[in-house]
């Protein structure tokens, strides 16, 4: 009996040893499971960041339209007027003008005569009124008279030698310029001092 039972057991060592645990098995493949998981999950969040800053690119794209669109819209209503403004300016030419010619009168004539005289004051409250409408809409004047001529905002119709103001000024104005807002809408234009050429001695 003790040998029947001695062969048994040698007969059972080698199938416990050749059979190997569920555990051993099964820890290979939790492993490859869980790599497998992490690599879903690394992949999702590059995605999550792609599409992240994706998001944000677009939103900064549509805060720069929308802020341009609403730079052009008031652009597009501040300058709304300005065709119907610049064929408006030759009038005002004409108003200024007309009083200008009454003022260049000898002083004998017009002595005591302007302010008594209903038609010269009723065109300088037209030219006062009609400069005011004008000037609520953005339309300023430009000035000029000595001030150094800049190419930008004055057009020279002559140059005359001056020794008594620095060369390039503006001595005289013939036509006034007018910006609006900040855009110049007609250039002055003007009369500008140039140097006195000294004579050559032989």
């Known amino acids: 009996m003790e040998e029947k039972n001695l062969e048994h057991n040698e007969t059972q060592q080698p199938n416990e040893q050749e059979q190997p645990s569920h555990a051993d098995q099964s ?7 869980l790599e497998l998981l992490s690599d879903k999950i690394s992949d999702a969040e590059k995605q999550a960041a792609m599409y992240k ?3 944000l690119r677009k939103a900064a794209e549509f805060d720069n339209y929308k802020r341009r669109t609403e730079a052009d819209a008031l652009s597009i209503a501040k300058f709304a007027g300005e065709n119907i403004i610049a064929q408006l300016i030759p009038i005002l030419d004409d108003l200024s003008r007309s009083l200008k010619s009454r003022k260049d009168l000898p002083a004998d004539d017009r002595a005591g005569k302007l302010d ?4 010269y004051k009723g065109v300088e409250l ?3 009124k009609f400069m005011k ?4 809409q953005g339309l300023k004047a430009m000035e000029t008279v000595g001030k150094e001529f800049n190419v930008e905002y004055h057009d020279a119709l ?3 030698p ?12 013939i036509e006034k310029g007018y910006m609006l807002f900040d855009k110049i809408i007609r250039h002055a234009k003007v ?4 140097p006195v050429e000294e004579e050559v001695k032989n």
């Open 27 to 33: 820890a290979p493949v939790q492993k490859s499971e």
């Open 53 to 55: 800053d994706q998001l």
């Open 116 to 119: 008594s005289d209903p038609f």
């Open 126 to 128: 037209i030219y006062a």
């Open 133 to 136: 409408v004008l000037e609520s």
């Open 158 to 160: 002559m140059l005359v």
């Open 162 to 173: 001056k020794s008594d103001v620095p060369p390039h000024t503006i001595i005289e104005e």
């Open 191 to 194: 009369i500008v001092s140039s």
